[in-house]
């Protein structure tokens, strides 16, 4: 293998070197194409129906888009209402909506505290499967492992290519349930086999929330205080969906479609949400503010601001990409909803914590930041922070490491992934089959006494 990867690294450059020409695709091509799957006024592309998750973010009026406040809903019950309810209350959530988006309806007393005791009874992993796919395999990378292991469930699974109703909703509250602690002890391998660190691993307990059990399996101390396992029940539920139309989501429904099991469906959504594009650009908008913190802090003037993402926005400073991570969404015009609960309810949070001018900062950038945005676009159409532009933020000050950001979203997400699952499964009925139109020119075969 060593003397295999030693030729791979010393030749590929060479039998690579025009590789791009050979790629390459005249943009004349892609008239009448939706790239990306994109109308060209920057909808999205109509496929299909869902009864799941509705994200609206503007209204049509002859053609044209007219900006609104960001809206989510879940079931069609308003995320914000979800949140605030709990919140007021006092209560975790994400166990009620992971409920409700299965389920269709929002449980009662009794139908809640029976799903908590379904999770609590498969959360523990199978026997051996910690120290054969998770301790022996180690991997760089948490959502890796994670896909792995979720990969891996197959094979632990007495029935796992049955389709019926009672199959599904099993296979995905074992899946909800199991994620946690799956990226709980991949991210403690992982710590102890590539960053040198000791390796501590621990049991979740079946009284507590799944947000509780996170953190307790997660910290090396298996300490939390309340506020903070409720503000992270909070993302739990602005993460756990976000209509089909999600590259993570699509992937799960088009590989269902397929006629595939559940194992590799949700496997696949996971590796979309690894992309920097999908669930990784928290990490990127962290990565973002640490370039910023070497020029500015909260003193700063919205000049030095600017002239700073100036930079950014050049290429010349950052990652050099030209982006504002955080910035924009493929919906939300006015504003993303889930930005605005974050802002609203982490605030005491960061005051605590002695991070509030720290936030403040981050919204400050968000208004230059999307001016700045208009104006090299020479438009005036509203744009907004995502929910990544703050989650990274949230997930630092509750200790949680950059490694961990992505794995987290996946674990929110499992919920609106297996409802896309189930109801690709049930009203589909058509493998998802786009078409791509082909440009190459055509050629006869050259024997190989005459290549060059």
């Given at each position: 293998?060593?003397?295999?990867?030693?030729?791979?690294?010393?030749?590929?450059p060479?039998?690579?070197?025009?590789?791009?020409?050979?790629y390459?695709?005249?943009?004349?091509?892609?008239?009448?194409?939706?790239?990306?799957?994109?109308?060209?006024?920057?909808?999205?592309?109509?496929?299909?129906a869902?009864?799941?998750?509705?994200?609206?973010?503007?209204t049509?009026?002859?053609?044209?888009r007219?900006?609104?406040?960001?809206?989510?809903?879940?079931?069609?019950?308003?995320?914000?209402?979800?949140?605030?309810?709990?919140?007021?209350?006092?209560?975790?959530?994400?166990?009620?909506v992971?409920?409700?988006?299965?389920?269709?309806?929002?449980?009662?007393?009794?139908?809640?505290?029976?799903?908590?005791?379904?999770?609590?009874?498969?959360?523990?992993?199978?026997?051996g499967?910690?120290?054969?796919?998770?301790?022996?395999?180690?991997s760089?990378d948490?959502?890796?492992?994670?896909?792995?292991?979720?990969?891996?469930?197959?094979?632990?699974?007495?029935?796992?290519?049955?389709?019926?109703?009672?199959?599904?909703?099993?296979?995905?509250?074992?899946?909800?349930?199991?994620?946690?602690?799956?990226?709980?002890?991949?991210?403690?391998?992982?710590?102890?086999?590539?960053?040198?660190?000791?390796?501590?691993?621990?049991?979740?307990?079946?009284?507590?929330?799944?947000?509780?059990?996170?953190?307790?399996?997660?910290?090396?101390?298996?300490?939390?205080?309340?506020?903070?396992?409720?503000?992270?029940?909070?993302?739990?539920?602005?993460?756990?969906e976000?209509?089909?139309?999600?590259?993570?989501?699509?992937?799960?429904?088009?590989?269902?479609?397929?006629g595939?099991?559940?194992?590799?469906?949700?496997?696949?959504?996971?590796?979309?949400?690894?992309?920097?594009?999908h669930?990784?650009?928290n990490?990127?908008?962290?990565?973002?503010?640490?370039?910023?913190?070497?020029?500015?802090?909260?003193?700063?003037?919205?000049?030095?601001?600017?002239?700073?993402?100036?930079?950014?926005?050049?290429?010349?400073?950052?990652?050099?990409?030209?982006?504002?991570?955080?910035?924009?969404?493929?919906?939300?015009?006015?504003?993303?909803?889930?930005?605005?609960?974050?802002?609203?309810?982490?605030?005491?949070?960061?005051?605590?914590?002695?991070?509030?001018?720290?936030?403040?900062?981050?919204?400050?950038?968000?208004?230059?930041?999307?001016?700045?945005?208009?104006?090299?676009?020479?438009?005036?159409?509203?744009?907004?922070?995502?929910?990544?532009?703050?989650?990274?933020?949230?997930?630092?000050?509750?200790?949680?490491?950059?490694d961990?950001?992505?794995?987290?979203?996946?674990?929110?997400?499992?919920?609106?992934?297996?409802?896309?699952?189930i109801?690709?499964?049930?009203?589909?009925?058509?493998?998802?089959?786009?078409?791509?139109?082909?440009?190459?020119?055509?050629?006869?075969?050259?024997?190989?006494?005459?290549?060059?």
């Amino acid at each position: 293998m060593e003397a295999q990867e030693h030729i791979l690294t010393k030749y590929m450059p060479v039998l690579c070197a025009d590789a791009a020409d050979r790629y390459a695709i005249d943009p004349a091509y892609f008239t009448r194409v939706h790239r990306g799957l994109r109308n060209d006024d920057g909808t999205g592309v109509m496929i299909g129906a869902t009864r799941i998750g509705s994200v609206r973010g503007y209204t049509m009026d002859e053609g044209e888009r007219i900006p609104m406040d960001g809206q989510l809903y879940y079931r069609g019950i308003s995320v914000s209402d979800l949140v605030q309810s709990h919140w007021e209350n006092d209560t975790f959530g994400y166990e009620e909506v992971a409920y409700l988006l299965l389920l269709g309806q929002l449980p009662n007393q009794k139908q809640l505290d029976l799903f908590s005791a379904m999770l609590s009874d498969v959360r523990p992993l199978p026997p051996g499967f910690f120290e054969d796919m998770i301790l022996k395999n180690p991997s760089p990378d948490v959502m890796n492992g994670l896909a792995r292991g979720v990969l891996a469930l197959y094979a632990y699974d007495p029935s796992p290519e049955d389709r019926s109703v009672e199959k599904l909703m099993c296979q995905c509250v074992s899946l909800i349930a199991r994620l946690p602690v799956i990226v709980a002890h991949t991210y403690a391998v992982k710590r102890h086999v590539y960053d040198g660190k000791s390796l501590y691993i621990h049991h979740p307990k079946d009284e507590l929330s799944l947000a509780e059990n996170f953190l307790r399996l997660a910290r090396t101390d298996k300490n939390y205080t309340d506020a903070e396992a409720k503000l992270l029940d909070l993302m739990l539920i602005l993460h756990a969906e976000h209509g089909g139309g999600n590259n993570s989501a699509f992937v799960c429904r088009a590989l269902s479609s397929s006629g595939t099991d559940t194992f590799s469906a949700i496997a696949g959504a996971i590796s979309s949400l690894k992309g920097p594009l999908h669930g990784g650009a928290n990490a990127k908008v962290m990565e973002m503010f640490e370039y910023i913190r070497q020029y500015v802090d909260e003193d700063s003037s919205d000049t030095k601001i600017r002239d700073c993402l100036l930079t950014l926005l050049s290429g010349e400073g950052g990652d050099h990409s030209g982006k504002l991570y955080g910035l924009g969404h493929a919906v939300y015009t006015k504003s993303d909803p889930r930005a605005v609960i974050i802002k609203k309810y982490a605030r005491n949070m960061a005051r605590e914590k002695g991070l509030l001018g720290d936030m403040e900062l981050r919204e400050r950038v968000e208004r230059i930041g999307v001016e700045l945005l208009q104006e090299k676009k020479k438009e005036g159409f509203p744009m907004c922070a995502n929910v990544d532009f703050y989650s990274g933020f949230v997930y630092s000050m509750l200790g949680i490491p950059a490694d961990l950001y992505t794995p987290l979203f996946a674990i929110a997400r499992i919920a609106g992934w297996c409802a896309h699952r189930i109801e690709e499964v049930l009203t589909g009925g058509r493998i998802m089959r786009p078409a791509y139109r082909a440009v190459m020119d055509r050629s006869g075969y050259i024997p190989m006494y005459q290549r060059t």
